[in-house]
Every structure is written in C-alpha cells, then in structure tokens.
C-alpha cells in the first residue's frame, strides 16, 4: 500500500545509498513525456527537502528543456533485491550549469564523473513509498564503462561539438539553454 511523507526520513535515505540505479521523469506542458535511467553513482540528498544528480552528457536533453519549461520533475528507486520496495520524488526541479553561482556548492557533493553537463536539483513536495512486488529479481555486476570511454574519446572539443548539435533542444523543440542563461 502507497505510504506518502513530507520529506526524506533517514530510512528512505539508506534505501536510496543501497540502489545502484534511478529513473527521472519530466514533461513539457505539451509533448512527449521523458523518462531515463541513471546510474554510475551520480544521485545525492542534500537535505531532507532537496536532492539533485550529476546529469551526464547524452543522446539528448529532455529533463533540462522540461525544467526550463515547467520545472515539474519525478525520480524513482526502486529495488531489485529481496525487500521489494518503490521510491518516488515528486517535486520542482532546477538545472545547474559549471558558469552558475551555485556550481561549486552542489559540484562538491560529487566525486568527479568525466562528461557531466549540469546538474539537475529538485526541491521535494512529496515522497511517496510503494510495495515493488511486482518488480523482478536481479543482481547487480557491476557499472557500464562504455559512457566513460565514450566521452573520453570525445575530448572537450568533441564534448562541445556533440552538445551542441544534440543538446541544445528537447526532441519536441524547447530550448534547453545549455549554452545561454
């Protein structure tokens, strides 16, 4: 049965150090929904009202055009081990790019991920836990390296380039305002 909450409690909290994935959900006021996963240890609270992820360079930029728009944001964890359990954040969300004021205060929460574009923060309405029983059974190996040799491959150069023609706008045409304010 659904339980709802106010904000994170410290069990939540260690529910969500033990996940080794999240999925992020966003929408424009008319388009297509975007729902991605996220992995390679890139989710943090910071307070028990405020949590955000190092948002990694990528095909494209759905979440940022949808915050820009709306701000409108979901996450959810859910386990895949033995206690079967779903974590949904509801909230406003915000995008932090390296040129805002407020890097460097949220950058150092992170250890260094090689290809982060900004960082996506969410101030949290409401928490929501549900069972997860029909979530499946599966053992976790081990993070994908494939981003990493991707970006590394790219260079800073190429990273810009890519941004540039594949970030700029979401897949419905908003502007992600990666490159400007």
Partial sequence: MAKFYSELTDELKQFI????????ASAPTTGRINLSPKGID???YFDSKTVGYL???????ETAAHLKENGRITIMFCSFSQKPLILRLYGQGRMI???????????QQFEPV????QIM???????????GYGVPLLEFQHQRDTLA?????????GLIAYR????????????????SD
């Fill in 17 to 24: 150090d033990e996940q080794h994935m999240f999925f992020t």
């Fill in 42 to 44: 890139t989710f943090r």
């Fill in 55 to 61: 948002d990694l360079t990528g095909s494209g930029n």
């Fill in 97 to 107: 790019q390296p040129r805002h004021s407020d890097w460097d205060i949220f950058y």
């Fill in 114 to 117: 090689i290809g982060n574009r």
């Fill in 121 to 131: 923060v969410m101030s949290v309405t409401s928490v929501q836990t549900s069972c």
């Fill in 149 to 157: 040799t991707w970006t590394k491959n790219k260079g800073d150069a």
């Fill in 164 to 179: 540039q023609q594949k970030n700029r706008q979401s897949i419905d045409g908003l502007q992600t305002h990666l490159f």
